[in-house]
């Protein structure tokens, strides 16, 4: 399952984010992995989920993100979820590209019962409208 948190810059999606590592962090029975490009986040979601940096490991585009993210599906089959901050910083702005990406994730969701979230930085009026068959918003 794949959930997004859409919104213009200043809307709160981080801290939606943030308040939703803590909720699944308590309720998941296995790991909880919150992403982000660049280390911002260290100190405001919870030690026991793990926080990833892409920048680290130089990771952009959509296909380097989602191999990524199977990555960490493949290296760890106790993750439950998968919350990623600031989606189009990593993958860039090209919106044709999405509903693809989100497809292949969908796939790699239902393979791993690993449910994704993504905060999205932008009207909901501007994405792809299949992306919306595929993911939900929250």
């Known amino acids: 399952m794949i959930k997004l948190i859409i ?13 939703l590592v803590s909720q699944r962090v308590n309720e998941s029975d296995g790991n909880v992995v919150c992403v982000e490009k660049s280390p911002k ?6 030690s026991r989920a793990r926080l990833l940096e892409t920048e680290t ?41 999405l509903p693809q990406f989100f497809e292949m ?12 979230y993504f905060t999205i930085s932008c009207d909901k009026d501007d994405l792809p409208v299949e992306i919306f068959d595929i993911c939900e918003e929250i």
């Open 105 to 116: 994730l969908s796939e790699l969701s239902a393979a791993t019962e690993v449910t994704f």
């Open 7 to 19: 919104g213009n810059k200043g809307s709160g999606k981080t801290k939606r984010l943030i308040e």
């Open 41 to 46: 986040l260290t100190y405001d979601i919870p």
């Open 57 to 97: 490991y130089l990771i952009n585009g959509h296909k380097a993100f989602y191999g990524f993210l199977a990555g960490i599906c493949a290296g760890n089959y106790d993750v439950t979820d998968i919350l990623v901050d600031a989606t189009f910083k990593i993958v860039g702005r090209d919106y044709d590209k």
